[in-house]
């Protein structure tokens, strides 16, 4: 038995909750997870993992085990980095979760730097709108937008782009251009189904509340674009959704001297373990292009 593949193993059997996440996760056979955790612990000559009907849960042992090796796996990691040198770069794989329109517009472009940097590095990128289970899915670093609902999560923002209501030239040319935010129920909305459609513009001291009114409701940011850009109404969104069309003119604000809350962008890390080298340098990079 190799005793650090083994421990390596069982980081990944804990946070993935089961033989067959980890095996998934780790590109390899449930029997063989398996037998690596019966061949640790009959090592160790104590029960690590109590087998329920609802998955996997670690012993008293087991936990303090986890604890320990955790921080024993990841001062390797940094240890091995600083004998490589910096100039070595990162090596093996990145796993990144990512909404699908923000990497396609703003990571994906700029990642060949980032891979040109690191050319022993792998990355894997999981593009989805919806929440995931970091942990569950084996991901080292997410980017997400908004208001964080994992208090468990470790999390730093990384960028705040402005939000706005917007829509197209074109639309505006047939239907007329709202200046203030009470006339923005008077359009046709493009609702993205996983935010609010009530929005709270802010001039000075006065509030607006407003209920954006459509037929149209989309469950990803990329249908939200698509039909925008189809000049199909309105919408609320970030900046960096509808950036170069905003530069080149082909998409316009609404009710300009009126500000919207704006959004955040933050890299959240799995908790209750540390951040990887290649998830923080990763987060770094991202930092350095949306400053750019």
Same mark, same amino acid.
């Given at each position: 038995?190799? &005793? ?12 993935? %909750? ?51 090796? &955790? ?13 490589? %040198? ?27 730097? =980032? ?58 040319? &047939? ?8 006339? #923005? ?15 709270? =513009? ?22 939200? &674009? ?27 604000? #609404? ?13 959240? =890390? ?11 340098? =990763?987060?770094?990079?991202?930092? %350095?292009?949306?400053?750019?």
């Amino acid at each position: 038995m190799d &005793r650090f593949q083994a421990m390596q193993m069982y980081v990944q059997v804990v946070d993935a %909750g089961s033989f067959s996440a980890a095996a998934r996760i780790l590109n390899i056979g449930q029997p063989a997870v398996s037998k690596t955790i019966a061949q640790l612990e009959k090592h160790l000559d104590v029960r690590l993992l109590l087998r329920t009907t609802h998955g996997l849960t670690p012993t008293e042992a087991g936990q303090r085990f986890y604890e320990r090796v &955790r921080i024993t796996l990841q001062q390797a990691d940094e240890a091995e980095m600083a004998a490589r %040198g910096a100039d070595k770069g990162l090596t093996g794989i990145l796993r990144v979760a990512a909404a699908p329109t923000f990497a396609r517009l703003h990571v994906i472009p700029y990642l060949a730097q =980032f891979m040109e940097q690191h050319p022993q590095l792998k990355v894997d990128i999981r593009l989805d709108d919806r929440p995931i289970d970091l942990i569950a899915e084996g991901i080292d670093i997410c980017l997400r937008m908004g208001t964080l609902q994992d208090s468990g999560a470790v999390a730093r923002k990384i960028a705040t782009s402005r939000r706005s209501a917007l829509a197209t030239s074109e639309y505006l040319s &047939r239907h007329g251009h709202p200046q203030h935010p009470a006339e #923005l129920s008077q359009h046709e909305a493009l609702i993205f189904s996983q935010l609010n459609d009530t929005w709270q =513009f802010k001039r000075a001291a006065e509030v607006e509340n407003v209920v954006l009114k459509g037929r149209l409701h989309l469950s990803a940011a990329e249908g939200i &674009r698509s039909a925008v850009l189809a000049h199909m109404g309105i919408t609320v969104a970030s900046d960096w959704m509808f950036s170069q069309e905003i530069a080149d003119g082909t998409v316009e604000r #609404l009710a300009s001297d009126w500000a919207l809350p704006d959004i955040d962008l933050w890299a959240v =890390f799995p908790g209750g373990r540390m951040a990887t080298a290649k998830a923080r340098q =990763f987060a770094a990079f991202v930092e %350095g292009v949306m400053a750019d």
